[in-house]
């Protein structure tokens, strides 16, 4: 689903068994999607349903945000199969009869789901960003090294034109337009297991939701300089 609003009308109709919910969305972002999920109420079956967060970036201050949107479990981007089936099973193991799954994007002694978020799910030690996590990238896409090497050169023929893209809005004052450009590489970045790329186009979506222009235009370099790296990392790889 694109947004949060998609999410709220599903969850009126059938009745899923967990959330996977993109904290970034366009409209309505998922904290507060899964705000109005809690607000439907103590009668309502969706008001307690698990809702997993999946945000691209497991940094200082995202466990506490969730929490206070009412979120359950965590989940950092790229997702990994193997993290991905545990917290499914965490929420969905004990029962018997299970439903279906909505994913919204980008779950005590009263036997409701727990409000605490795993701690090693949300926060990591980021220190210095790798370039190119490549054995991540792998384990992501179960071993199938073709199915890597095709993923690797749609990334690398695709986001010079978005830099392009950012660059030509940066030029024309467009803040907004370049923030959410940014937002793509990073999700892309994210994907294929560059983390170096990732952070600075990460802060180049926030510099441009704050129309911070200037600061926008600064950062340019250097997330040509860590796409070249990248570039460069994954060919000799």
């Not at 970036?57 to 989940?75: F, I, S, V, W």
Request: with cysteine; proline share 6%; glycine share 10%.
């Amino acid at each position: 689903m694109a947004e949060g609003r998609e999410a709220l009308e599903a969850l009126e109709a059938i009745p899923y068994d967990l959330v996977l919910m993109d904290c970034q969305m366009p409209e309505m972002d998922g904290y507060e999607a899964t705000r109005r999920i809690r607000e439907l109420g103590p009668d309502h079956p969706a008001s307690r349903i698990p809702v997993v967060a999946m945000t691209a970036h497991a940094m200082k201050g995202d466990r506490e945000k969730c929490l206070e949107a009412g979120m359950d479990d965590y989940l950092s981007k790229p997702v990994k199969p193997a993290r991905l089936a545990e917290v499914l099973e965490r929420w969905l193991g004990g029962k018997e009869e299970k439903d279906e799954i909505v994913g919204a994007g980008p779950s005590g002694e009263d036997e409701k789901p727990s409000s605490k978020v795993p701690k090693a799910a949300a926060a990591t030690d980021l220190g210095e960003p790798a370039v190119f996590d490549r054995r991540t990238l792998v384990e992501r896409l179960m071993g199938d090294e073709e199915l890597v090497g095709e993923i690797v050169e749609g990334f690398l023929q695709d986001v010079p034109e978005q830099i392009r893209a950012i660059r030509s809005s940066v030029e024309a004052g467009l803040t907004e337009e370049a923030g959410a450009q940014a937002h793509k590489i990073k999700g892309a970045a994210g994907n294929v297991g560059g983390p170096a790329l990732q952070e600075v186009a990460y802060a180049m979506e926030k510099a441009g939701k704050a129309g911070e222009i200037s600061l926008l235009h600064d950062l340019i370099p250097e997330l040509e300089n860590r796409f070249e790296q990248l570039r460069q990392a994954m060919r000799s790889q």
